[in-house]
């Protein structure tokens, strides 16, 4: 069996554990034995990539497998990674991992929970796996089915409506997709559906390219958040259960940005270069306007959420941005974000879950009720707008300074104007982390409120690790990531 299928095999060997399992010190216990499988797993395969590029491997795809499933469509099984790839599974396992330990105390029906939760896992590491059209578009709807009923069961406030719309939202880019993908197949010669043959072949019509294009990047670009697909986002995140929110801005959005990459740039190269104008403005509006929209929420989730809205932006941005660095810095800001916003969603759900409110309004004097907890959620906000150190500031920079790049005057000044994020980031998360943390705890109830528990500090600190280690030791991952952005961006250039 193919190395890479165990990031398939120990998701459905959880799920059936979970089905098996009597009682919730058994659900856990196969929760967590799964979850530190996968991370350990994905640990080793960074390792056994940086090896095998050091050795002098030169192939695109690395730990390749290829089995037919349906002949006459030329569907086949196919994996393989890249340092792409190897750097989404790494971040997709320490989201799973830490996203368990915030769900400990998850009640009612916690197997239940637990089961669509490892199947959206299995959706998210089966699509960062997969080089076959096919094989990626199935795991993509994977992982986006278990959301539904995620946020409709188990969510809080208008959970119902925000699990519909969300789901309506997104199978309506799936619909987009699945013509985009099979325009691919059949504008290529209907040979193939391997994404790495399709792109060596490059045989697609430019006229078919300027079909299929706009119709797989905004397929793929509305998991991304892309304005103004972007509002099923905030009503999805406000209303899910903590680790969904963390898995789902962590991982799932991320499934977005690298489909654009991966699929819509790559594989039709000329009408990118043709129409990704379009995209950029379509971008630089989701970075500012998310920014400015988080200022003036007074929901936690909601605040994160639009904040999200903006970051997933600049991934899209620096990927039209069609150069090496700028590429390097997509990828570096979906790790970043990935890891900064689980941690976000993490400690709002634990604020919530002791005082009972995300209303800003309505919360104040935190650092002296639970310091753990405000500690660390100014390190979150710290490494949400940039500072130094940690991996917010490595990715943007990246993608500013590979965005500046490009020496006309549409894309500097689109660059610029995508700068004034952070200004505006930097604006509402101090404003949010001097009202709600510091100043007199106004409400008399709050003053006997614990801070966070094994469990959580657990979680909360492995995720403030990985912000810091991406931060101050970012080179081997760059490095990593730059190698493979490379064949993608030299298909991009006219």
Known sequence: ???????????????????LAKGIKAIRGVMVAGSTALLILSIVLTFLYLGERQAGATAEMLFRADTVWYAPLHISYSVGVDG????????SAVIVFTGTFASWKLQPLTKEYFLWFTLLSMGVFGFFISIDLFTMFMFYEIALIPMYLLIGVWGSGRKEYAAMKLTLMLMGGSAFLLIGILGIFFGAGGTTMNILEIARLHNIPFAQQCIWFPLTFLGFGVLGALFPFHTWSPDGHASAPTAVSMLHAGVLMKLGGYGCFRIAMYLMPEAANELGWIFLILTGISVVYGAFSACVQTDLKYINAYSS??????????ILMMNQTAATGAVLQMLSHGLMTALFFALIGMIYGRTH????????GLMKVMPFLSVCYVIAGLAN???????????EMTIFVGSFQNFDVFHRTLTIIACSSIVITAVYILRLVGKILYGTCTNKHHLALADATW????AVICLIICVAGLGMAPFWVSHMIGESVLPVVSHLIP
């Open 1 to 19: 069996m193919n190395f890479l299928s165990l990031f398939v095999l120990i998701p459905l060997l959880m799920l059936g554990g979970l089905y």
């Open 84 to 91: 792409i790839s190897v750097a989404m599974l790494l971040l």
């Open 309 to 318: 809205v903006s970051h997933c932006g600049l991934v899209l941005f620096a």
């Open 357 to 364: 409110t995300r209303d800003v309004r309505e919360l104040s």
């Open 385 to 395: 707008l940039g500072l130094p150190g940690l991996s917010g500031f490595v990715a």
């Open 455 to 458: 469990d959580e500090r657990f």
